[in-house]
């Protein structure tokens, strides 16, 4: 039985060969829906609240300290969430309003 390393190598040296640019592969991811949109923004918010409330809730009945922590939390919170959803959103419009000249300087970036 040959070597699975050099079979691979052997392989990998084809592939390298049909395609050498990688002209396969495509140039741009494919933009998400509005909808998947409208639903990973709710879930980035109510997902920031949900742990924000459960840390204040547990760290108040550790120290007993009835809604300090829940209050600073919940507030943490919904500042996390609105940033979340804001680098979201932004991300969505990204290129959209400024044409084709920009998108390698996107690309480039890695956002």
């Known amino acids: 039985m040959p070597d699975e ?3 691979l190598q052997r392989r990998i040296a084809e592939a390298r060969r049909r395609d050498p640019a990688g002209a396969g592969r495509p140039a741009r991811s494919v933009k998400p829906s509005g909808y998947g949109m409208a639903v990973r923004m709710a879930v980035e918010l109510v ?3 949900g742990v924000s ?3 204040g809730l547990w ?3 550790e120290l007993g300290t009835a809604p300090l922590f829940l209050i600073v939390f919940l507030v943490m919170g919904m500042g996390a969430g609105f940033i979340n959803v ?3 959103a932004g991300s969505l419009n990204r290129g959209s309003l400024r044409g084709p000249a920009n998108d390698k300087e996107d690309r480039t970036r890695g956002d």
Request: hydrophobic letters at 60%.
């Open 86 to 88: 804001v680098r979201a």
């Open 53 to 55: 409330v459960f840390l």
């Open 59 to 61: 760290i108040d009945g």
């Open 5 to 7: 390393s050099t079979d």
């Open 47 to 49: 997902a920031a609240l």
